[in-house]
């Protein structure tokens, strides 16, 4: 079966500082990956994904970024966060376009 | 920017009562599909209704797309307590492979 792992679930950062949260799947080949983020009480916001290693297509500009190095992991940057950045942050994956997903159980990020 | 527009933005009600829940959007789509969340966690999948269809049950989930007015329904029959969460829909557009949420529903049901 397939299960996709996302950490740390919490996280406190000081302002200026970097940040990786890492996504990764389990038991499937060239997922579908996405990086969403949602702020207290609001909808999510698709911030980034990837349809194959390497290939990623950015949504909103910002400050992040993300880099798939290998088929099945995910990887959310930021050189320095900014408070603005502080929210929950999902990973999700599908098969496929026209398939369901499965997201990851969050990471708070909280920037101070 | 977001293309399921969900309403009504909460709801609350008693055990047992009906919940519906709407969705809007605006592109052309290969299916819209409904999620679950609950407090602090990420989503599960509840149902995915393809652009052919016009209703799907799961359960006590029925949901209804109209394509004609770029619409979906949820509608969760003899709710309990344990469905109290955010409910978001999801559009999968035909042109690319982005899977974009609204800004969901908060459903409470009160014992």
């Known amino acids: 079966s397939q299960t996709i792992h996302q950490w740390p679930a919490t996280l406190v950062q000081p302002v200026g500082s970097p940040l990786s949260l890492e996504c990764t799947v389990e038991?499937?080949?060239?997922?579908?990956l996405y990086w969403y983020r949602q702020a207290a009480g609001r909808g999510l916001q698709l911030l980034f994904y990837s349809v194959g290693i390497g290939q990623i297509s950015s949504e909103v500009p910002q400050n992040l970024s993300a880099s798939r190095p290998q088929d099945r992991q995910f990887i959310l940057s930021s050189k320095k966060l900014l408070l603005s950045d502080s929210g929950f942050y999902l990973c999700a994956w599908r098969r496929q376009q026209n398939t369901e997903a499965f997201f990851g159980q969050g990471t708070r990020l909280t920037v101070v | 920017s977001q293309q399921g527009e969900e309403d009504p933005q909460a709801l609350s009600i008693q055990e047992g009562e009906n919940a519906t829940m709407n969705c809007s959007y605006k592109t052309s789509i290969n299916n819209l599909q409904w999620y679950r969340q609950n407090s602090g966690r990420g989503l599960v999948h509840l149902i995915l209704i393809r652009s052919n269809e016009r209703e799907k049950h799961s359960g006590r989930l029925r949901v209804t797309l109209d394509t004609s007015k770029k619409s979906s329904s949820l509608l969760i029959t003899a709710s309990r307590a344990a469905d109290t969460a955010s409910y978001f829909c999801?559009?999968?557009?035909?042109?690319?492979?982005?899977?974009?949420f609204g800004i969901g529903t908060l459903l409470t049901v009160n014992p």
């Open positions: 999801a559009t999968d557009p035909r042109s690319n492979y982005k899977l974009t």
């Open positions: 038991g499937t080949s060239n997922p579908n």
